[in-house]
């Protein structure tokens, strides 16, 4: 994984307390997705659903904060997937915690699954 550039680390800490707030919803979003996806669902739709609440909760968190402009929107969104995919990936998925929120909120008995 790439370091962080200067010029990102800038803009990161220009953000002050927004950059914290949109590194924590990032963080904590692929908790609430694994609530509203299902495991039986296609990783196509998977992945759209994921897109559609990272770009959703980038946009109010965007707007909450002050920044709902063309680069406060684009940086809000940037940060808010990143963090997002990575904590799913090297965090969330590998201790079973998020397939564990998935399988408790299914709304179909396993086995059965949806196009």
């Known amino acids: 994984m790439d370091a962080l550039t200067p010029g990102a680390v800038a803009l990161l800490v220009g953000l002050g307390p ?6 924590a919803v990032g963080f ?6 694994s609530i509203i996806q299902q495991s039986g669902w296609s990783a196509r739709r998977q992945s759209v659903v994921a897109f559609v609440f990272y770009l959703a909760v980038s946009a109010v968190t965007a707007w909450l904060n002050g920044i709902f402009n063309a680069a406060g929107l684009v940086t809000a969104i940037l940060v808010v997937f990143v963090t997002g995919a990575t904590a799913y990936k090297n965090l969330w998925k590998p201790t079973g915690v998020a397939p564990a929120i998935e399988a408790k909120t299914a709304l179909t008995k396993q086995g059965k699954h949806e196009a």
């Open 18 to 23: 927004v950059a914290l707030w949109l590194l």
């Open 28 to 33: 904590f979003s692929p908790l609430v997705i």
